[in-house]
């Protein structure tokens, strides 16, 4: 399992590390996406802006760097 930070709304698993990875990418989009279409106002997410905006400027092979260097 991939999660990046306890109560965080968002985590992965699959059947390797790997494959975990590839599934946090597609959450991690399809968070932001909810973020920008319903969650952006919301009090729990309203801080996640941040991530948001790494999320959106940042190619599937560079959230996987980063997820990879959060985890060590």
Do not use: C
Request: no cysteine; glycine share 6%; net charge negative.
């Amino acid at each position: 399992m991939v999660r990046l930070r306890p109560g965080f709304p968002v985590a992965a698993d699959g059947a390797s590390f790997d494959g975990a990875l590839t599934e946090m990418v597609d959450a991690l989009r399809e968070y932001a996406e909810d973020w920008q279409d319903r969650l952006l106002d919301a009090p729990n997410h309203r801080e996640n802006w941040g991530l948001v905006q790494l999320i959106s400027l940042s190619s599937d092979e560079q959230l996987r760097d980063w997820l990879v260097r959060k985890a060590r």
